[in-house]
């Protein structure tokens, strides 16, 4: 994308949110004229206008960067490794907000739901998966609904694989990332998987739930679980703002006491093989 020019990223990003010309020009400030002529070409925008344009559709930073680069400004957002030094605070008190939660599993995702940190009850549940499954990088997506993954283990398998693939179309189609395209076909390729089929819920009086939770089988009992998602309030670095903490709750008594009594001792493995970055 840094190699098309500033007007067309512009004029898909509006037409990705789906605003007009009008309401965007409005409320950034200035007139709808003005507007189109950027997305034509026929005027140069200043990195004020591209910023405040970006804001308004909710780009990306690290897309906020690409439009700068396209119009010929350098990038505003650092783009920092998590395993930086200057990330020693955020990643001591991510691991720190993970082993908190344990016996609960929680891990936190990259912008391509790669878990970059674990704690051991996360270990736990995917101890002894194939290469096929965590190879090249371990991903929730691929973790969950990959036939030689979690999928084999799940007994609600078609409720909780519609609703894990709208939310990956969902971010695919906000964040036009390529990486998440490719998943999205990876994954649809899956003979498990249907990629037409609808979120199916509902209990067979009609009710719906109050959650969709991952109910897992393992050797000794069945796990259900509901995820919580938490994000990054103010983040300046475009890795911090794709960092996602994701955390499992029990749903029922007995998940809770099943996840308090294990304890494997090779969870702690998947911690320490975690790429960091």
Do not use: K
């Not at 897309?63 to 920092?80: D, F, I, M, Q, V």
């Not at 990330?87 to 691991?95: A, D, F, K, N, S």
């Not at 609808?198 to 719906?208: K, M, N, P, V």
């Amino acid at each position: 994308m840094a190699t098309r020019t500033v007007g067309p990223l512009v004029r898909d990003w509006r037409t990705r949110r789906r605003r007009s010309q009008l309401d965007l020009a409005l409320e950034v400030g200035v007139s709808p004229r003005h507007l189109s002529f950027v997305e034509t070409g026929r005027s140069r925008p200043s990195p004020e206008l591209l910023l405040a344009v970006a804001e308004h559709l909710d780009v990306p930073l690290r897309e906020r960067n690409t439009l700068l680069l396209a119009a010929g400004y350098a990038p505003r957002y650092s783009h920092t490794r998590l395993d930086d030094r200057s990330m020693e605070r955020v990643r001591v008190t991510l691991q720190r907000l993970l082993d908190a939660h344990d016996p609960y599993p929680g891990v936190v995702v990259d912008r391509s739901w790669d878990i970059v940190v674990a704690n051991a009850a996360a270990g736990a549940l995917v101890a002894g998966l194939p290469a096929s499954v965590t190879m090249p990088r371990l991903n929730v997506f691929r973790l969950c609904l990959h036939p030689d993954g979690l999928a084999g283990r799940t007994v609600n398998f078609p409720e909780w694989s519609a609703y894990l693939l709208g939310e990956l179309h969902r971010a695919a189609a906000a964040s036009a990332d390529a990486d998440l395209a490719a998943l999205v076909a990876e994954i649809e390729g899956y003979p498990n998987i249907e990629p037409s089929a609808g979120w199916r819920h509902g209990t067979a009086d009609g009710e719906l739930p109050l959650l969709v939770p991952l109910r897992l089988r393992t050797e000794s009992s069945e796990l259900s679980m509901f995820t919580t998602i938490t994000t990054f309030g103010t983040p300046q670095d475009v890795t911090l703002s794709e960092l996602a903490v994701e955390l499992f709750y029990p749903a029922d008594d007995g998940t809770e006491r099943a996840l308090r009594s294990a304890r494997e001792p090779q969870a702690d493995s998947l911690r320490d093989s975690l790429p960091n970055g």
